[in-house]
């Protein structure tokens, strides 16, 4: 794919071709938060954003070099994703299996995860994995620049270099959120071909799917639009729909999108936790949508069920929503929900462009 790019094809034209198209257009009622019906407009859904925590630093973000996650079965986890979604195995030493997310970026996965004791179940079945790490590269890099402009807004970056050509700082968002900035881009990550092995078999027949595109990722926090204003002045992320309780934000128009949701700091009450107690802050990535090419919705259905896999049904309508957008069939955004088998919910995805 990147080959093809770099021949003068656009990403938007090589995406269509496979049969996805690029995101452009705002999730609209995406989502499904709170602010829909009658509830629109109220002081309950103020809209008003947050000023920016400080002064932008004119970034943009490039790529998303990686995603990192802890998981209780690695090797269960690794081959779930292998099968299902055609990532590849790039290399495995036992504790950390490194995968390529198609042509999207990559994950990290590690073993060790301990749920706590009251970790909550994931669409039926308890979860046993937290994504705890996005890594984003940033357009313009210099190494001794980026790291003292983090530490002009007081954001203590801690150095994670790897060789000679990739240089990279952690800091914390509002939450304490680990966020991962490089200088990561196309053409410098994932050059040669990802030849891993894993120990145990494939979970079930591979589908042959290729992921295309991360469509959006859903970060729950606990002050929604004070996240959003960090990020937008960080890494230059664009905020594009804010309905009171959640804001669909653009990472970058051919990188997808961020679905960042949680309390409205600017409603009635605040942030003021329940009963009194104190604000306990936190951030989640409760789950992840990939599009994958030539998705049509009753095949994919089938294929999941044919794996013995659940597979709930989303095309992100609301009340509010044209009739259209009820019917995965005709609807703008559609999807499925499935599990994986430290009971992630994953998200398998296709989204019509304009």
């Given amino acids: ?62 790529a998303l070099d990686h995603f990192s996650a802890q998981v209780e079965d690695l090797e269960k986890e690794a081959a779930f994703y292998n099968a299902l979604m055609g990532w590849k195995i790039r290399s495995n030493d036992g504790e950390k299996i490194v995968m390529d997310i198609g042509t999207v970026g990559g994950l990290v996965l590690r073993g060790g995860y301990k749920a706590p004791a009251n970790a909550a179940a994931g669409r039926g079945a308890p979860v046993r994995t937290v994504w705890d790490n ?10 001794k620049k980026v790291e003292a402009d983090l530490k002009k ?47 145990t078999p494939a979970p079930f027949e591979s589908t042959g799917w290729q992921s295309v595109f991360l ?72 789950h992840v949508a990939f599009d994958i090419a030539k998705f049509d919705p009753d095949k994919v259905k089938a294929e999941l069920l044919k794996r013995g896999l659940t597979a709930q049904e989303d095309t992100g309508a609301t009340t509010d929503s044209p009739p259209a957008e009820h019917d995965i069939h005709t609807s703008t955004h559609k999807s499925y929900h499935t599990t994986t088998p430290n009971g992630y919910n994953l998200q398998i995805s296709y989204r019509a462009g304009v």
């Fill in 153 to 199: 807004r007081g954001l203590n970056p801690i150095a994670d270099h790897d060789g000679k050509d990739f240089f990279s700082f952690h800091v914390k968002d509002p939450d304490g959120f680990d966020l991962q900035i490089s200088n990561a881009n196309k053409t410098n990550r994932r050059k040669t071909p990802a030849t891993g092995k894993l120990n």
């Fill in 134 to 143: 996005f890594c984003w590269g940033i357009a313009p890099w210099d190494t």
């Fill in 215 to 286: 469509d959006h990722i859903s970060f729950r926090v606990t002050s929604y639009k004070e996240t959003v204003a960090f990020y937008q002045a960080l890494l230059g992320w664009e905020p594009t729909g804010d309905e009171g309780s959640q804001n669909d934000t653009t990472i970058a128009s051919d990188l997808g999108r961020i679905l960042i949701r949680g309390g409205n700091a600017n409603a009635p009450g605040g942030l003021t936790p329940p009963n009194g107690g104190p604000l306990v802050r936190r951030a989640q990535m409760d």
């Fill in 1 to 62: 794919m990147e080959e093809l790019i770099g021949k003068g094809m656009t990403r938007r034209r090589l995406l269509q071709a496979l049969g996805v198209a690029a995101i452009t257009a705002p999730m609209g009622g995406f989502g499904q938060g709170r602010c829909f019906g009658d509830k629109k407009g109220t002081p309950e859904c103020n809209t008003t954003p947050f000023k920016p925590p400080f002064e932008s630093t004119g970034w943009k973000t490039v």
